[in-house]
């Protein structure tokens, strides 16, 4: 192969695994959303996901707003996902990383749910608030 064939290879399968990755990354973020969204929905949670599958923020519609969010990241992390307000997927997230978050937004939220109904945020959080 020569130099010339080498390049124009490489050029057709960038832009044919761009348009893979792209999809892939926006098939998981969709997933997650719909997930969030759903699981809100169906536990009575003011919460919702904001922004485009790939990028997407979490937000939580009530007066002490922080503290739901700082309880969810808590038990997040207690099921080894560490996640941010701000939420990104990647190529590098695979179908059995997406099925352990996927799980760990369920049950999550499920303390959450729990905490608001008692409304006990500061006994779930068991610690220091973030400072926003």
Known sequence: MTKEERQIYMKKWRQENKDKVYSYVWRNGNKLKKAF???CK???IK???????PRFNVKFNYEDSIGVRDLWHK???KRGIFIGIQIYTTPMIKAEHIK??????DESLEVVAKAIKEDSLDRYLDGQRSLQ
């Open 42 to 44: 169906e536990l009575g």
């Open 75 to 77: 038990e997040m992390i």
């Open 37 to 39: 969204n759903k699981k």
């Open 100 to 105: 352990k978050i996927l799980q760990a937004i």
């Open 47 to 53: 919460g919702e996901t904001i922004g485009e599958a």
